[in-house]
């Protein structure tokens, strides 16, 4: 393989060591990080703009928002442990009621 050459590994190795250096000088320049930061902070701000712009979008077209769909999802999972703790307590009961039927026509 190519990347078994010393050569090649040697290359490598001066390439990262650059790269390395490079970023460090990057990261220590505080105009560079302001920069950054600031690319982040509109980027965020943008986000939440469009976000805004589709979920009003949405509403219009009366059509649900991810927002509405995950909190019809959670109702919907609360919906669903409700029935299964009715299910439950009909089940405990319809067999509490089998036996005490079974123990009656023992006993008559």
Sequence with gaps: MITDSPVIKRMVELGEDQLNKI???LLSNETFTQAVQSVV???LKAKG???KHVRIALSAMSLPSTDDV???KNKLD???Q???RIEKSIQKLSEKNCGCAHDDSEQA
């Design 82 to 84: 409700s029935i299964d």
């Design 49 to 51: 703009v469009v976000d």
């Design 23 to 25: 970023t460090q000088q």
């Design 41 to 43: 902070n509109n980027s």
């Design 78 to 80: 609360s919906l669903e």
């Design 70 to 72: 995950e909190s019809l």
